[in-house]
């Protein structure tokens, strides 16, 4: 009996070394089987480590109909409080290079949902994020084509998020109405930043030695005030990105002499549309993931200006808003319009966005006008 117990040890031991032997051989196999089963992806792993808090992955490359990634060196700390509760400590990617060929379809990978468990729990998002020399490419017929070299790094616990280095090195993006050259955003000294866009196009507009000092501090991004001549010649802009709360973000912006003819302009505005005034105001905008919380902006114009409309079919795409006489009476009214006031005010109830508009003139009375976007709903008077 004890020789049969003493084999029976013997032979635990052999196997538990083994096994420790083979630890990170079996987890290289583990997880290219994970990526090929669940996201239909052809991975190559050259050296997995499996330590007691973490991996370390060198030399991965991983690529499927929707995105290939590839780095040099990975290291994942994980950490669990008791047994019920699992986190993804800390993740740290070095020479990392992501190009993702279809945005439409990056919804499951950046959700982490395996292909065929449309229910499944998301993967445990990481607390602390160091991501050094990383390369980001978007190649998409339908959006365009992008490419961003930075560094980023991250702290933070499950209740807020501390944005520590933040720089992108070049930045390029090109799309049918949208064009941006060699943009950068470096420290300049402290939570100080410089974000530069040597070039810059808007539909027709172009701008040129465009330079906007940031300054983020701890969950926050702050633009302070500075002359933007992207909304006119004499505006001047100033605000804040709170990023606390993960997954989740606000913008609240102020807005100094910006003027609706370079705003009208930069959206793609119609030749047979002729808009001017000088606005000042206000806007919050908050978003959890894909969802629009709130939007609000109240803006005030007290030196008048000119409404022109030449052609009705300039405001087509207002007819799906409108009805019939509602239509007709918007166009009816601003063929020619000089105010000598006005007033916009934006709103989210429930989904639709509302559009109010309130015009003053002493000589040609008051026009006011409200549209509900995302909504068969609207009118003017």
């Not at 064009?179 to 974000?195: C, D, F, P, Q």
């Amino acid at each position: 009996m004890k020789k049969i117990i003493k084999r029976c040890a013997v032979s635990i031991i052999i196997l538990a070394i083994a096994l420790l032997l083979s630890k990170d051989y079996i987890l290289r196999v583990a997880l290219t089987y994970y990526f090929h089963k669940n996201f239909q992806a052809i991975c190559k792993i050259k050296r997995v480590s499996l330590w007691l808090d973490g991996v370390t992955i060198t030399d991965f490359a991983c690529a499927n109909d929707v995105v290939d990634i590839t780095f040099r060196s990975g290291n994942i700390m994980f950490r669990c409080d008791g047994f019920s509760k699992f986190y993804v400590a800390k993740l740290y990617l070095q020479d990392a290079v992501c190009t993702i060929k279809s945005l439409p379809a990056l919804g499951a990978v950046t959700a982490m949902q395996p292909a065929g468990t449309p229910h499944a729990n998301p993967l445990p998002v990481p607390l602390s994020i160091d991501l050094q020399n990383i390369k980001l490419a978007i190649n998409d017929k339908r959006f365009g084509a992008a490419d961003m070299q930075f560094t980023l790094r991250t702290s933070g616990d499950s209740q807020r998020i501390v944005l520590e280095r933040f720089e992108i090195f070049d930045c390029n993006i090109r799309c049918a109405d949208f064009e941006a050259s060699h943009i950068t955003l470096r420290r300049m000294k402290g939570y100080l930043y410089a974000l530069r866009i040597p070039r810059l196009r808007l539909k027709q507009r172009e701008f040129g030695n465009l330079v906007f000092p940031l300054k983020m501090e701890m969950s926050r991004v702050v633009f302070p005030v500075a002359k933007n001549v992207i909304f006119g010649s004499s505006a001047y802009t100033s605000g804040e990105i709170n990023m606390q709360d993960p997954g989740s973000f606000c913008l609240e912006a102020v807005f100094r002499h910006i003027s609706l003819e370079n705003i009208a302009a930069v959206i793609g505005g119609d030749e047979n549309v002729g808009i001017s005034g000088s606005f000042d105001g206000a806007l919050k905008l908050c978003a959890d993931g894909n969802n629009l919380k709130q939007l609000e902006g109240s803006f005030s114009n007290h030196m008048g200006g000119v409404v022109q409309i030449k052609k009705e079919t300039a405001l087509d795409f207002l007819r799906s808003y409108l009805d019939r006489a509602s239509f007709d009476a918007l166009v009816d009214n601003l063929k020619n319009y000089e105010y000598n006031k006005a007033t916009i005010g934006i709103n989210q109830q429930r989904g639709v966005i509302g559009l109010e508009i309130h015009f003053t003139s002493e000589r040609l009375g008051e026009r006011n006008i409200t549209i509900n976007f995302h909504n068969s709903t609207g009118g003017s008077q």
